[in-house]
């Protein structure tokens, strides 16, 4: 019988539980209802990655249900390899036990999940175009930001290339250039009224510089842009989904 739930609750669990089941849904509610067929899903992964806090923070803003499992792949790197062969934070596992992994196919599968108001990314057209490149932006930065990090805590000093590592910054730089821009027209979210995908994205990437490489990628140069992830950080989905 929960395979049966599990078929028909997949494109949208709200709707169809409540028009198949009425009753159940009338007295318990929503959420209750759905919960009684409805495993949570399983976030796996540690939130100093900005990868896995991205997913949990959005998972939050959009009402999503989850539990939260805190594995490292480097420290439980056996623990994680039992929940994902491939060992990549975050590990999204599904209320059918399918298992996703990379935080924007996550989310692309999670956007699916819920009601049209409660989507974080804009559905089409200029607004879309536009989260897009500012997400595009805040991975870029991010990403140059984890190598900077891995070429410190992984690499011998005697290997590092610095040539390399002046590049990377470099390139993080630019992105974060480009976003201080973006922020200086926020009004008060970088797409109007309403917090969105492309401003959690960009909040949780300037936090995790912040906290690891805050020497290369000094606050002095982006005013703006430290402002206003104070603001998004001030938020309970965040506040309530540290990174430290």
Request: net charge neutral.
């Amino acid at each position: 019988m929960v395979w049966q739930f599990f078929d028909f609750l997949a494109a949208s669990p709200t709707t169809k539980f409540n028009t198949r089941y009425p009753r159940a849904f009338s007295a318990l509610g929503a959420a209750s209802a759905i919960a009684m067929y409805y495993p949570p899903m399983k976030l796996v992964g540690m939130l100093d990655s900005p990868y896995v806090r991205r997913v949990a923070i959005s998972m939050k803003l959009m009402g999503l249900p989850f539990e939260h499992q805190s594995l490292s792949v480097f420290r439980t790197f056996d623990q994680f390899r039992a929940i994902n062969p491939v060992v990549k934070a975050p590990t999204l596992v599904c209320d059918d036990g399918a298992v996703l992994m990379d935080s924007t196919l996550i989310l692309d599968y999670l956007e699916g999940r819920v009601t049209a108001a409660k989507r974080l990314m804009p559905a089409e057209g200029a607004a879309r175009r536009e989260a897009l490149r500012l997400t595009g932006l805040a991975l870029a930065a991010c990403e140059k930001c984890v190598n900077v990090i891995y070429e410190h805590n992984q690499r011998p000093e005697d290997k590092r290339h610095e040539p390399w590592l002046e590049r990377v910054m470099g390139q993080a730089n630019a992105a974060f250039g480009e976003l201080e821009r973006a922020v200086q027209s926020a009004s008060p979210w970088l797409q109007g009224e309403t917090l969105n995908a492309a401003d959690v994205v960009v909040a949780v990437t300037w936090r995790f510089s912040q906290f690891y490489t805050v020497t290369q990628i000094s606050p002095a140069r982006y005013p703006t842009l430290a402002a206003y992830s104070q603001r998004a950080e001030a938020l309970p989905e965040f506040a309530s989904t540290p990174l430290d």
